[in-house]
């Protein structure tokens, strides 16, 4: 697997709409609603212009768009960012997840003051949870609908 990286640029607004609209990502999202296009460019268009601070990542392998991530800052005075994570439908189950949110943690340690990454994942998504566990996340909180995780970036990293 030779998998890359970059920073999202506005030609990638209808791809990330896309992945982000499909069925499976949105009945695992907090917001299971399908997001108007409209909506979306108004939405991309101005986070685009935020990567230094919060970055959304294209992933790709040999040529082939395989997902992205998101770091969303919570609390800047804190360094608290939440993350997410979506993978192609036709592209799950060959590690791309994997490979993907480590990838992203690392890139989280250049982000200025960044302490803290935290996800919300559905109670039931098992591989997510599965997935973000095998990174250190820990769970900080849990409802019987979500489970709140984190992970401290310095503490993770720290070699």
């Known amino acids: 697997m030779s998998i ?10 209808t791809l ?5 609209n499909e069925p499976s990502v949105r009945r695992n999202s907090r917001n299971e609603t399908e997001i108007p296009i409209d909506e979306h460019k108004s939405w991309f268009a101005g986070r685009v212009n935020n990567f230094g601070t919060e970055p959304i990542f294209i992933f790709s392998n040999e040529g082939t768009d395989v997902g992205f991530t998101r770091l969303d800052s919570i609390d800047s005075d804190k360094g608290l960012f939440e993350v997410s994570i979506a ?14 949110l480590k990838m992203t943690l ?6 200025p003051g ?28 849990s409802s019987e609908e979500f489970v709140n995780l984190r992970l401290v970036i310095s503490e993770q990293f720290s070699d």
């Open 4 to 13: 890359h990286y970059r920073f999202a640029t506005l030609s990638d607004s």
């Open 16 to 20: 990330v709409l896309n992945w982000r």
């Open 87 to 100: 993978v192609a439908s036709s592209m799950r189950g060959k590690g791309y997840g994997s490979t993907m």
């Open 106 to 111: 690392e890139s989280a340690q250049l982000l």
């Open 114 to 141: 960044a302490y803290e990454i935290q996800a919300t994942v559905r109670a039931d998504n098992f591989v997510s949870l599965k997935l973000f566990e095998t990174f250190g996340f820990k769970v900080f909180s």
